[in-house]
């Protein structure tokens, strides 16, 4: 048993992450015959690409994956703890389960993700979800077959989860969503600690992985057809900087062009390591595709202060006007409303902020409090009204400006990646080098190809077109 603690978590060394590599060990390779899982997975682009390498484990010890809860003998949640209506969907789901469990005693049951490491939830899971089986953190994803294996041969409920990062792990086994467009982490971890965000204590500290593995991965990617790699990590920008005297993320990205991959992006940028030679390069670049994700969180230099963010908003300006005189870049961003002690003076502020970049597009949250965090030592007096007021409104300027910038494509053709048939009838579906979504007329065997298409009309979220 190994349980979470936020003290060691909060805890940063210098020293240098040690590598190894996978290796799955034969006696669980048999484990999952004639077994079945059902994998739910919540939250960011990380986790989704943590449960590709979870199916690779899983299908490596010949368990089948099913769709079905119901159908399944293991069930796995791999959690995410950003907001708290992650957290309760995950122990919503927990309730399920726990009648399904009844039902069946023998079916298995575990944890992993954000959520494991947090200590509050570990201890409510000891105390009110003993049918768990077992529960393991973000940094030992890799003891997963041993974990499910044990769980064969003993009852209790175990908890494996380590508060200080391990090693990285080369060459884990992988079943990818997609046969086009592939994720490809290049950081793990994140030293920013701004004061709201969990992230830091679930995800442990910023360690880089070297720059001739991901090059391998990607050589492999381009042999097997892929059209296109977003580079992922809590804050890409910071890449390099833990491991190497000089070489940043945009000499990494110069070695991904060289490996001819079509497209590349990468997610996501804290403005503060944003540097002049990365904007150079996206620019000089045609394969490193003109979108960037460029959170801002507020428009108010108090808040932005209060957020540990460390610039402001005239710095943010100044970064965001560099990027946008790249010719036909998109530009997103993330914003809270309601941190602790925002006023509708702050608020406004934002929406200043928000009508000077008109954002292609935005992810908006309301404040959410999260264990341990110092913004959630702040006192919060706004009502929760206030504060759905705050985003609607946010919501509607940020809508109006998506669909400016989408109506400006009408008439127009853009590359698109196909990826498969749309939901509606008769129609494909890809994205664009923009990131935008579209759903068009156009012929299947485009599937898996970059085409070209024809804008023919555009609404806050997507755009249709024909084929050309
Ligand atoms: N409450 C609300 N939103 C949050 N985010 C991160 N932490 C919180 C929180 N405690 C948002 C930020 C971040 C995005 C991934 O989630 O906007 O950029
Ligand atoms: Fe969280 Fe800030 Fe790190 Fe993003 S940069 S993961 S918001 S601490």
């Given at each position: ?102 039902e ?74 997609s ?32 720059h ?39 000499d ?7 490996t ?12 503060w ?19 960037v ?9 108090r ?51 928000v ?23 702040l006192e ?15 919501n ?73």
């Amino acid at each position: 048993m190994k349980i979470p603690n936020y003290e060691e978590a909060k805890k940063r060394s210098h020293e240098k992450t040690s590598i190894r590599n996978f290796e799955l060990d034969n006696d669980y390779k048999n484990i999952g015959l004639n077994k079945t899982y059902f994998l739910k997975t919540y939250g960011c682009q990380m986790n989704e690409h943590d449960s590709e390498n979870i199916k690779g484990m899983l299908d490596g010890m010949n368990f089948r994956e099913v769709l079905n809860m119901e159908d399944a003998n293991f069930i796995l949640l791999n959690t995410c703890s950003i907001r708290e209506n992650a957290h309760n969907k995950a122990f919503g789901m927990l309730g399920r389960i726990k009648h399904l469990k009844e039902e069946k005693p023998n079916l298995k049951v575990a944890l992993c993700g954000c959520m494991a490491q947090e200590e509050g939830v570990v201890k409510e899971i000891l105390k009110k979800y003993k049918f768990v089986n077992f529960v393991f953190g973000t940094h030992n994803l890799d003891d997963l077959p041993r974990l499910l294996a044990n769980s064969f041969k003993e009852q209790k409920l175990n908890i494996e989860v380590y508060s200080k990062e391990g090693d990285i792990i080369e060459n884990m086994p992988l079943e990818r969503e997609s046969k086009y467009k592939a994720y490809v982490n290049i950081i793990y971890g994140c030293d920013k600690f701004c004061t709201y965000c969990i992230v830091p204590y679930t995800r442990g500290s910023q360690r880089s992985r070297r720059h001739e593995d991901i090059i391998k991965e990607i050589n492999e990617l381009v042999k097997d057809g892929y059209q296109e790699v977003t580079l992922l990590g809590q804050n890409v920008n910071a890449y390099g900087k833990d491991l190497y005297e000089d070489y940043e993320l945009a000499d990494l990205l110069l070695e991904v062009v060289k490996t001819g991959i079509p497209r590349i992006r990468f997610l996501t940028s804290h403005p503060w390591d944003f540097s002049d030679k990365l904007v150079e390069v996206i620019k000089n670049n045609k394969s490193i595709l003109n979108f960037v994700h460029l959170p801002v969180q507020s428009g108010s230099n108090r808040i932005l202060k209060l957020m540990g963010r460390r610039y402001t908003k005239e710095a943010y300006k100044e970064l965001f006007d560099k990027l946008k005189s790249i010719d036909g870049i998109s530009i997103t961003t993330d914003i809270i409303v309601g941190f602790p002690t925002e006023t509708e003076e702050d608020f406004k502020e934002t929406l200043d902020l928000v009508n000077y970049c008109k954002y292609d597009s935005a992810f908006t949250f309301i404040y959410s409090p999260r264990e341990n965090t110092p913004a959630s030592k702040l006192e919060d007096t706004t009502p929760l009204e206030v504060k759905e007021e705050r985003l609607y409104r946010l919501n509607e300027l940020i809508n109006k400006y998506s669909k400016e910038a989408n109506l400006k494509m009408i008439g127009s053709e853009y590359d698109v990646l196909v990826e498969g048939e749309s939901s509606k009838e008769g129609m494909l579906f890809g994205y664009t080098e923009t990131n935008k979504l579209v759903n068009f007329k156009g012929n299947k065997d485009s599937i898996g190809k970059i085409v070209k298409v024809k804008i023919l009309d555009a609404k806050s979220f997507s755009l249709d077109g024909e084929e050309v």
